[in-house]
């Protein structure tokens, strides 16, 4: 039997949707909620941060997500990647999520896509709305930054490295462009920007060289070798007197430590404002005097910046 329609100016929702985002529909109505109905995702990557998206924006009633994720799931998704079942005979990322994803919110449509980005970025983004890009390489969140850019799609690209993180989103189009922000590798050690960047800039620089140098992020089984890498990145990227340098590498001590794998307290605090500032954007609200978001675990706080 047909579900019986409620309208409310231009939106139009089921009974059965009406009481799932009962809530939802309080705080922004229907016609905001009308416009989540329509909105389809292209969320790249499944580990941690990926599923903590996932869920936020299947919860909050989108059309539809999907999933992209070439690799096979390994012993460090345990740390923060909670759709995939202990049991799943599953190997690749993507689909080992999507049942437990799909019975997040039956109303959405969540699709498991298992080609690498790489394969098909020129061709496929323009398919969506929005898109969100975590895991993946320095080139490839370029190329999709440029992409997305010319085919004014709002994207969001965001990693997670142990207890910190960071997120980039260009929903206005009038930002500077990810490689004008984060260098390719030619350029890391004379970094030039229009502000002065926060600390933060500079350890997720370092990060993100080490990750496309080395083809993958710091790994426990070898931290004291990438630890050490990580602070002659960072020593190079300063561009300043040794003094200077050396009180920078100091700064983050603390840090060093920490960087490894993704663990959940950072995966739900990223994947929170990630998803929360999409929604937001969607509603017509985004937060459009910044463009990275750092989130610093040391200093127990969250900041936006325009660089």
Aim: charged residues 20%; contains cysteine; proline residues 4%.
């Amino acid at each position: 039997m047909a579900s019986k329609m409620l309208k409310n100016g231009d939106a139009e929702l089921t009974v059965e949707e009406r009481k799932v985002y009962d809530r939802q529909i309080r705080l922004w109505g229907y016609e905001g909620q009308n416009k989540l109905k329509s909105l389809k995702v292209l969320l790249i990557g499944m580990q941690g941060l990926g599923a903590e998206i996932a869920k936020n924006l299947i919860l909050s009633g989108v059309h539809s997500i999907t999933l992209k994720d070439h690799t096979s799931v390994s012993i460090l998704d345990r740390c923060s990647q909670f759709l995939i079942p202990r049991d799943s005979e599953e190997r690749n990322r993507a689909k080992a999520s999507l049942s437990a994803a799909q019975k997040l919110n039956p109303n959405v449509k969540v699709i498991a896509d298992t080609v690498p980005i790489e394969e098909n970025v020129d061709n496929f983004i323009t398919m969506y709305d929005v898109v969100i890009a975590t895991e993946c390489s320095l080139s490839t969140y370029k190329r999709l930054s440029e992409l997305c850019r010319k085919a004014n799609i709002m994207i969001f690209i965001a990693d997670v490295y142990g207890l910190f993180g960071y997120f980039y989103q260009d929903v206005n189009f009038t930002h500077p462009l990810y490689s004008e922000i984060f260098p390719n590798n030619a350029q890391i050690d004379t970094i030039t920007l229009a502000k002065k960047p926060p600390q933060a800039y500079y350890l997720t620089s370092a990060l993100l060289k080490f990750q496309s140098d080395s083809n993958r992020k710091p790994n426990p089984d070898t931290s004291e070798e990438d630890i050490e890498e990580l602070k002659s990145i960072i020593h190079l990227q300063m561009n300043s007197s040794s003094d200077q340098k050396s009180t920078a590498i100091d700064l983050f001590e603390e840090y060093y430590g920490e960087l490894f794998c993704e663990l959940s307290p950072t995966t739900s605090i990223l994947g929170a404002m990630v998803s929360q500032t999409a929604i937001n954007t969607v509603m017509n609200k985004p937060v459009s005097n910044f463009n990275v978001f750092f989130y610093d675990h040391v200093k127990h706080e969250g900041t936006f910046y325009l660089l």
